[in-house]
């Protein structure tokens, strides 16, 4: 059974630092989402990342995967207030249907002032 | 172009009463997703359509919980009866295009209360 797990859970961050989120899956899998999630609001897609060595960047956010060790980065580069979300990563299960996604539990970031 | 409609936005009912909540997918879209995403956690699938088909339905309580995609456009989910636990926030999500992966875009979600 595909688990997922992110780190840490919340993540309270001054602006201008650089801070990462973790995301472990522990089955194979070589397809990785990041997911932004603002309070109240649905999901928005931020990086889809499909290889082992795959890096994607957006502004302030880097990600990364790492088929091999079942890992994903999502790295924040001087973080601003608009930041502060939900950030979730979801991975493919192979075992079921395509698009099945496994999410993990999400980190709940706020950058303060 | 639109994104995914789900309706209604809010809904509280008591345990044991019925509820339904609609979906329309972005248009051209085969596969509709619904998601149950409880406080706290990540949404966890419930139900793959492709087109009016059923792919995975294997997280769905089927004791209260059923799915229909008429047309392979809108769906509806219903639960009934409703039990405390229900209370969510169910999404809607719904992907297409033919490459080897499918970005699910979601819509706003249905906060379901149970009292």
């Known amino acids: 059974e595909l688990k997922v797990e992110q780190n840490p859970l919340f993540l309270s961050m001054q602006e201008g630092k650089n801070y990462t989120i973790y995301c472990n899956y522990s089955t194979t899998s070589d397809r990785l989402y990041w997911y932004r999630q603002d309070p109240g609001k649905s999901l928005e897609s931020l990086f889809v990342l499909l290889s082992n060595g795959a890096v994607k960047q957006e502004g302030r956010l880097m990600a990364s995967l790492d088929t091999k060790a079942r890992l994903s980065t999502l790295h924040i580069t001087a973080a601003v207030h608009d930041l502060s979300a939900t950030y979730f990563c979801?991975?493919?299960?192979?075992?079921?249907?395509?698009?099945?996604?496994?999410f993990g539990k999400g980190t709940k970031l706020s950058v303060k002032p | 172009e639109a994104g995914v409609a789900q309706s209604p936005r809010y809904k509280i009912i008591e345990k044991r009463q019925s509820v339904a909540f609609w979906c329309n997918p972005i248009?051209?879209?085969?596969?509709l997703y619904w998601y149950q995403q409880i406080l706290g956690q990540g949404p966890k699938l419930l139900i793959q359509?492709?087109?009016?088909?059923?792919?995975?339905d294997s997280q769905l309580p089927k004791d209260r919980f059923s799915a229909e995609r008429l047309k392979g456009v809108d769906s509806t989910l219903k639960i009934q009866p409703a039990k405390l636990e229900d209370s969510a926030v169910y999404l809607c999500a719904s992907s297409g295009g033919t490459g080897n992966y499918q970005t699910q875009y979601f819509g706003p979600g249905t906060r379901l209360l149970v009292l």
């Open positions: 248009s051209g879209h085969a596969t």
């Open positions: 979801a991975v493919e299960n192979y075992g079921g249907s395509q698009g099945n996604l496994i």
């Open positions: 359509f492709q087109n009016n088909g059923v792919v995975d």
